[in-house]
């Protein structure tokens, strides 16, 4: 890459990697800042060397194979092969301070009454409680699936807008239906970001963008400053409507509008004879202190078992959360082999916010700014990667090249 980069992006989690994996294909060599000292952002691997390197996901866990965008670009990196089946286990519900299975919940009846309403309705502009409520039922809704959903998105899913939560892609039958990778998840982030046409700076926290002539100067915490012709902003929205604030204003008035969600993450590692529960997928919490809990029992291990307990942001201290998660492993605190925590944060999507993406774009229509998230048609990393995409194709025109068309 000669000093100055054809493209900047901004945020290397995998919708800023994505996007500078479109354009390095494309020829157009990229410099990525991230204000982290590792790539992946909400894809997040978290190893204990003082366990030999035992790992935990402390973001996303699985992939699918209708994650067609994303299953592209493994195939672009030679990484595709390494996709590893998790193990099927079932979630389990924690209800009352006790485990329950799921279909303990259910009202079977009103279940097959209300599905053809699921059918038949159109999410479009309605809530996941409107819709979900509608086409499941209300007491199905409120014991059952809404706990559900908000264990998905880590937040409270009643408001959530239904057409950003499941969104139906077509699924590549010769992959694996839902995979994760023998390292964990974070090899993809690694992966795309160690690819030919990208440089990537960690511990490059960006707090000011200007614009010069027809492309971008990027001002970095350490007063490092970067330009480029092209710019591409992939940070949570409240981030962005901040760094867009003078150089493109309207821009920053709509992303400014879009709440975030923060959640503390707490991970555990335990012997697995210290453990009182069977191997199991995570848990949906009804009522309990924590959102959602995922195991790592997808991977088994010859002695150890971890998990990722997901709790509302900033209400209890780290060990609070490890009782609480302690009680629903039926586990002893004082037996933890290993212990980290994590703050995530997602975006908190309301009813109406198709409309606000729709304005977003009217305001970026013609330039060569482009902005990409968890934030624009859901929070899944095929959304990302497919936001990504199709931000890469309003600038530079034409389907993003695949690695057929580019050899
Ligand atoms: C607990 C959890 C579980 C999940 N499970 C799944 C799952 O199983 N499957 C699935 O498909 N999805 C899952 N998701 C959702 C998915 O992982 C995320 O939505 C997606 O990874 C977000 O990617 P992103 O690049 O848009 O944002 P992020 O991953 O948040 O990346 C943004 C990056 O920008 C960086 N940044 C912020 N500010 C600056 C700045 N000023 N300058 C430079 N860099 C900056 C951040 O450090 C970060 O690296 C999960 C999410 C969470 C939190």
Not at 164 to 176: E, G, M, S, T
Request: net charge neutral; charged share 25%.
């Amino acid at each position: 890459m000669s000093d100055r980069p054809s493209h900047i992006v901004i945020g290397a989690g995998i919708s800023g990697l994505s996007a500078a994996h479109y354009a390095a294909r494309n020829g157009r060599s990229t410099l990525v800042l991230e204000a982290d000292a590792r790539p992946g952002g909400c894809m997040h691997t978290h190893a204990f060397p003082e366990l030999g390197g035992y790992w935990v996901e402390a973001g996303s866990h699985s992939c699918f194979n209708s994650y067609g965008n994303l299953l592209g670009i493994m195939d672009e990196l030679g990484i595709l092969s390494r996709a590893t089946a998790k193990a099927k286990q079932s979630y389990k519900l924690w209800q009352g301070g006790a485990r329950k299975s799921i279909v303990s919940a259910l009202h079977p009846f009103e279940l097959v009454r209300s599905l053809p309403k699921l059918f038949g309705g159109d999410k479009a502009g309605a809530s996941v409680r409107e819709y979900y409520g509608r086409g499941l039922g209300r007491k199905n809704y409120r014991d059952l699936f809404g706990p559900a959903f908000r264990s998905v998105i880590c937040q409270p899913a009643d408001d959530f807008p239904a057409e950003a939560l499941f969104r139906k892609k077509p699924r590549r039958k010769d992959v694996l239906r839902s995979f994760t990778m023998p390292e964990g998840l974070s090899e993809i982030p690694q992966a795309m970001a160690a690819a030919p046409g990208i440089t990537l700076l960690t511990g490059a926290a960006a707090t000011a963008i200007a614009r010069e002539g027809e492309g971008f100067s990027v001002t970095c915490a350490d007063g490092s400053r970067h330009g480029a012709d092209w710019l591409t902003l992939a940070v949570p929205p409240d981030v962005a409507a901040a760094l867009l604030a003078d150089a493109a204003p309207d821009a920053a008035a709509i992303v400014g509008a879009i709440a975030m969600a923060e959640i503390d993450t707490q991970l555990l590692v335990f012997d697995k004879s210290d453990l009182g529960v069977d191997a199991l997928a995570g848990f949906i919490s009804v009522d309990g202190d924590f959102l959602s809990a995922v195991s790592r029992d997808f991977l088994d291990h010859p002695e150890l078992r971890g998990f990722a307990f997901h709790f509302p942001g900033d209400r209890l201290d780290e060990q609070a959360r490890i009782a609480a998660a302690c009680r629903a492993l039926d586990a002893q605190p004082e037996r933890l082999r290993a212990a980290a925590s994590v703050r995530n944060r997602l975006p908190a999507l309301r009813k109406g916010h198709a409309e606000q993406v729709a304005a977003l774009d009217r305001a970026l229509a013609g330039d060569r700014l482009g902005i990409t998230g968890n934030w624009f048609l859901g929070v899944s990393i095929e959304d990302c990667v497919t936001r990504s995409r199709s931000e890469h194709e309003r600038r530079y025109g034409g389907p993003a090249q695949t690695a057929a068309a580019a050899a």
